[in-house]
């Protein structure tokens, strides 16, 4: 996906995907952006990559077999994006692996106030906030 797609739309809406194994802290699986146009799902791959792709949160659901369970909700205030609802996303960049420069490992969306890292590492979706 061409990122520079995103660029100028609005943040309208943050929603995540939630594990939780049994009595377990929730863990973030991915986030997907409500824009004013699209949205797109920010999440880790297998091969842990980083991909930022069009997608639509899909309904919650329970592995029983595992104990565990995954719940699609707005996101939690302590996700970086949510503090930039109602901001307009003025650039985003790719960071590329630097043993492997063909494997996409972060993205840096910069929004009017500031901006948000996300990374995938060792198979997990690391969010953090930073100053622009």
Same mark, same amino acid.
């Given at each position: 996906? #061409?990122?520079?797609?995103? *660029? ?12 939780? $194994? ?7 699986? $991915? ?15 297998? #091969? ?10 899909? *309904? ?6 595992? @104990?565990? =369970?995954? #719940?699609?909700? +707005?996101? +939690?205030? *302590? &996700? ?6 109602? *901001? ?6 790719? @960071? ?8 996409? &490992? ?7 106030? @500031? ?6 590492? @060792?198979?997990?979706? $690391?969010?953090? $906030?930073?100053? =622009?």
């Amino acid at each position: 996906m #061409d990122l520079s797609g995103l *660029e100028s739309l609005r943040l309208a809406a943050v929603t995540a995907a939630l594990f939780t $194994h049994e009595s377990d802290a929730p863990e973030l699986l $991915h986030v997907w952006l409500h824009l004013e146009t699209t949205t797109v799902v920010v999440r880790d791959t297998a #091969d842990w990559a980083l991909r930022v792709t069009p997608d639509q949160p899909g *309904e919650s659901y329970i592995m029983e077999e595992l @104990g565990s =369970r995954v #719940d699609i909700v +707005p996101a +939690p205030a *302590e &996700v970086p994006f949510v503090r930039h609802v109602g *901001e307009r996303l003025v650039r985003v960049t790719k @960071g590329f692996d630097t043993e492997d420069p063909a494997q996409w &490992v972060k993205a840096e969306f910069v929004f009017e106030t @500031g901006r948000v890292i996300a990374a995938a590492f @060792g198979g997990d979706l $690391h969010l953090r $906030h930073g100053l =622009r």
